[in-house]
């Protein structure tokens, strides 16, 4: 049936479609009924699926990247698909409109998208605002189902509440998220805005991170996007080291510190790949996210007139699978079990995100799998990961 859908929707521009077919889902979620209906016919509605990473449960090991929900609209919608977690943005400090339209292309016969969005959002303080709710309304059907009167809070569980001062003077406010083994996780992936010069990078991070730190579950930091100039060169180690390090120093001074990944581009060598996981293990960095999109064009079904006609962005799809296991497979080795990692990157099948998880991963990300195979995607896949005989 997906099939049939796909291929109408494929009539439209690609940025056109997404925002119609998530407007239709939101419509569709907003009658309850309807919603426990494609909850229960989409949802991956499994228990032994659970994954621990980074001090957090997962209630399963399927996730969707950033750039498909920038501007945390949908969170109820990807909620009812049954993803473990989302990672919203990338979210910039300032709203920005991105590259000029079109800049979202399809490769049908690859499987894959090309993109340059150029991290268009609406700003931290829009999208603060929308987290915030989607918390309230969380706290509140948590308190419904519990009978609880009180919200509680990651905070109050760790018993740290007399530390609100330092929360306070760091610039990061308390720690207010609610406790459920099965919500849905939200990640926040945070950027720079394209006018803010690279050696003052790091106060967009910083600012992203004081801001979103009470609404979010992890951060994921992107310094790997081909589509905002200049941003790859702050993978170099001198560069994340005074990023990352700024961002745990946040971390440290309040009460319940989240976690803090690195997504990184399929495009470094070994050398620099190497580089990033020292860097990771020296400063204490949660996890890696592997990978974003690359700038190649090596090995595509589409013909090189209209991959050219396109023009600059990133790849993303089957053509980037084997890259991005290979660079997370290197990862995995060089780290040697010591730092959780995320595998991204052509992931549309079951047997795909295995691969991931075979190759070092302990969770998966999807992004343009769920373009081409639909929103069975997440029930799919966690059905060849269940253990066997379930």
């Given amino acids: 049936m ?36 494609l909850a229960r016919l989409f949802g991956a509605g499994r228990s032994d699926l659970a994954r621990n990473a980074f001090g957090l449960t997962f209630r399963n090991p399927v996730g969707l990247g950033a750039g498909f929900d920038k501007n945390a609209r949908y969170l109820r919608e990807l909620d009812t698909l049954g993803f473990g977690f989302v990672e919203i943005g990338t979210v910039t400090p300032k709203p920005q409109e991105g590259n000029p339209k079109p800049r979202l292309f399809r490769l049908p016969k690859d499987g894959a998208l090309i993109n340059r969005m150029g991290f268009n959002n609406d700003g931290l303080e829009v999208i603060v605002a929308r987290l915030k709710a989607w918390r309230d309304r969380e706290a509140a059907i948590g308190n419904r189902q519990s009978g609880i009167g009180n919200r509680q809070s990651l905070s109050d569980r760790s018993g740290s509440a007399g530390n609100t001062n330092a929360a306070q003077s760091s610039g990061v406010e308390h720690s207010r998220l609610p406790i459920a083994d099965s919500r849905l996780l939200i990640g926040g992936n945070i950027g720079k805005n394209k006018a803010t010069p690279n050696e003052d990078a790091w106060t967009d991070y910083e600012t992203c991170f004081s801001a979103l730190h009470p609404y979010v579950d992890f951060f994921v930091v992107n310094v790997s996007s081909p589509n905002t100039p200049g941003l790859r060169a702050l993978q170099e180690r001198d560069a994340l080291h005074g990023i990352l ?14 976690p803090i990944l690195l997504k990184i581009a399929p495009d470094l060598t070994a050398t620099q790949l190497d580089d990033v996981v020292d860097l990771a293990l020296e400063i204490n960095l949660d996890g890696l996210v592997a990978t974003n999109t690359t700038i190649s064009r090596e090995a595509l079904q589409t013909g090189s007139a209209a991959v050219e006609a396109i023009g600059a962005g990133g790849l993303s799809g089957r053509p980037v699978r084997e890259r991005s296991t290979e660079v997370l497979r290197h990862l995995a080795t060089r780290a040697g079990g010591r730092l959780p990692i995320i595998g991204s990157g052509g992931i549309f099948t079951g047997p795909d995100a295995q691969e991931k998880l075979a190759a070092g991963a302990t969770l998966t990300e999807v992004w343009t799998g769920f373009i081409y195979e639909g929103p069975l995607i997440v029930r799919n896949i966690c059905r060849h990961l269940a253990p066997a005989g379930k």
């Fill in 245 to 258: 390090t700024r961002l745990q120093a946040l971390n440290r001074a309040v009460p319940v510190p989240r």
């Fill in 2 to 37: 997906y099939s049939l859908l796909r291929r109408l929707l494929f009539l439209l521009p690609a940025e056109t479609a997404h925002y119609f077919s998530m407007n239709l889902l939101r419509a569709a979620c907003g009658i309850g009924p309807l919603r426990r209906m």
